[in-house]
């Protein structure tokens, strides 16, 4: 884990800033307060109050005046001011926690509630909101799962376990089964079935993308349960690897979009969250070998997908 002079405050990491290493900057810049003030020039009185404050230090760990020199490749870290405008996220209060112990936090994460601070939710995020109310300053994901989605979440209490478990997860070493509503196949398809495709996810655009070429996604999908009256089913997804919107681009591409999905088939127009229509994507289940102790995990959600209770 990188390393932070600066503690965690009131929920929140410090941003790290990497100062470029190109031979104009030093010539360019001069200070360290400079590049500040040319990379942020909308913030430039808050960012001077910071430093006079002492609240802007470098990585290692010595206060920024304004005479601090430029130093290339080196880093800065500040707190940032939280957003004025950050949209509400009201399905905080609905977190429940699964699992508490000296190493691990399992928690049923509600339908649009962000894991960690990104874009336009800082503090109103699951990660902040815990480290808060829980009083676990050092409280980090073992991986995520997208806003939208609700279900099983593990994250790590302590710093150093969160190598171990982040490994389970980036080595494919973690079951998961995830649940989907969307609509029952037309063409006769036999269930189970495998999708493997190329998925890539291009930096400004929301939507990861199906490109030609080798495949690196893999998901398992079988149709579970049937509503004919509806055209719905319930569906039973294992994704075998872990890229952005897998499960959700994999469906579509089968022709069966998961429900009230803002992406597929169609990309809707920004707009405020619908709480009575959350995306049909629950992570039911998580299973793994423990680390640390080598006993099997398992976690399950105790959620149920809104369009399947009906």
Known sequence: MPFHPLPVRDGLNPTRLVLPHDPASVARWGTALAYLLERFPDDADRLREKVAAGEVVTGAGQPVDERTPYEPRGFLFLYRDPPPDEPPAPALAEIAVLHRDR???????????ATMPRGRWVTRTLLVHLRRELDLPELAPAHRLDRPTAGVLVLTVRPQVRGAYQELFARRQVRKVYEAVAPLPGDGRAFPTTVRSRIVKHRGTAPAQEEPGEPNAVSLVDLVARDDA?????????????????????????????LHDPFWPVLRPDAPDDPERPLQLLARSLAFTD????????????????????
């Open 291 to 310: 680390p640390l102790s080598g006993a099997p995990r398992r976690f399950e959600s105790r959620r149920t997908l809104r369009e399947w209770r009906r």
């Open 230 to 258: 509806r055209g719905l089913g319930l569906y039973r997804l294992e994704p075998h690897t872990g890229k952005t919107h897998q499960l959700r681009l994999h469906m579509a591409s089968l022709g069966l979009p998961i």
């Open 103 to 113: 190493d691990l936090l399992v928690v049923d994460k509600p339908h649009l509630v």
